[in-house]
C-alpha cells in the first residue's frame, strides 16, 4: 500500500514538476523573445505550447519567433493552432495571420484576416492600418481609402499622418479615374452593341430584299416557261 502511495505522490509531483517546467519554458521564452534573440527563444517557446494549460500568448510569442527567423508557413500554422485556443487575444491572432499573409503576398487572404481582427475589436488602429495596405495592393481603393481615414481618426497623432493624407487625396483621384475608365468602358460596351445591332439589322434587310429580288425572278421565269409550253405549233 506505502509502494502504490508512494507511486501516485511520485506520479503527482512529476507531473507537477512537468507544468511547472512549462510555465517556466513560456517565461524564459517570453523573455528571449522580448530580449530579440528568436533563435534561443524558438526552441523554448516550442516546449511551452505543448502544455495545454499555457498562456495563450507562448502561440502568439512563437508564431511572431518563426516570423522573425523568416519561417512564414510555421508561423501561420502556429497561428491557426492558437487560434483555436485564444479567448483574451483572439484578435491579435487575427491580426497577426494577417500580417503573415502579407509578408506571404496573399493580400485578399490578409484582407479576411484583418477584417475578423476589427470585427472583433474595432477600435484597432494598426489593424485599418495594414487593411488598408493589403487593399491597395488587391486595387480595392475604395477600400484602402476608407480604412486610412479610420486610422487616422483612431490615431490622429499618427507620425504617418501627413504622408496618409496625401495617400487618401491621390486615392480619391485615383478612384475618380477609375470610375470614369470604367464608364468610358460601359459606353464603349454599349456603343459596339449598338453597332452590331445596326449591323446585323441592315445585313437583315438585304437577306430580305434579295429573297424578295429571288422570288420576283422565280415568278417570271415561270412565266417563260408557260409561254414557252404554247410554242406546240410547230409541230
Do not use: C, H
Amino acid at each position: 500500500m506505502r509502494a502504490a502511495q508512494y507511486l501516485i505522490a511520485a506520479a503527482a509531483a512529476a507531473v507537477l514538476s512537468i507544468g511547472a517546467a512549462r510555465a517556466d519554458a513560456f517565461a524564459d521564452g517570453e523573455r528571449l523573445f522580448r530580449a530579440d534573440k528568436p533563435s534561443e527563444a524558438l526552441p523554448v517557446l516550442e516546449r511551452a505550447v505543448l502544455d495545454q494549460g499555457v498562456d495563450e500568448r507562448a502561440w502568439l510569442y512563437l508564431a511572431l519567433t518563426y516570423q522573425q527567423l523568416g519561417r512564414l508557413d510555421e508561423a501561420s500554422a502556429t497561428l491557426r493552432k492558437g487560434l483555436g485556443q485564444s479567448l483574451r487575444f483572439k484578435a491579435l491572432f487575427y491580426y497577426d495571420l494577417g500580417n503573415v499573409f502579407i509578408l506571404q503576398g496573399k493580400n485578399s487572404f490578409a484582407v479576411d484576416m484583418l477584417g475578423q481582427a476589427i470585427g472583433i475589436d474595432g477600435a484597432y488602429a494598426p489593424a485599418f492600418l495594414n487593411r488598408a495596405n493589403a487593399r491597395l495592393s488587391v486595387k480595392d481603393y475604395a477600400g484602402a481609402r476608407e480604412d486610412y481615414g479610420r486610422y487616422l481618426e483612431l490615431e490622429p497623432a499618427s507620425p504617418q499622418r501627413a504622408s496618409i493624407e496625401q495617400l487618401i487625396d491621390r486615392l480619391g483621384a485615383g478612384i475618380a479615374e477609375t470610375e470614369r475608365v470604367k464608364a468610358a468602358e460601359e459606353a464603349k460596351k454599349v456603343a459596339e452593341e449598338e453597332a452590331r445591332k445596326a449591323l446585323l439589322d441592315k445585313m437583315a434587310a438585304s437577306l430580305k430584299a434579295a429573297a424578295d429580288e429571288t422570288t420576283s425572278i422565280s415568278a417570271g421565269a415561270g412565266d417563260v416557261q408557260g409561254y414557252g409550253d404554247e410554242l406546240k405549233l410547230d409541230e
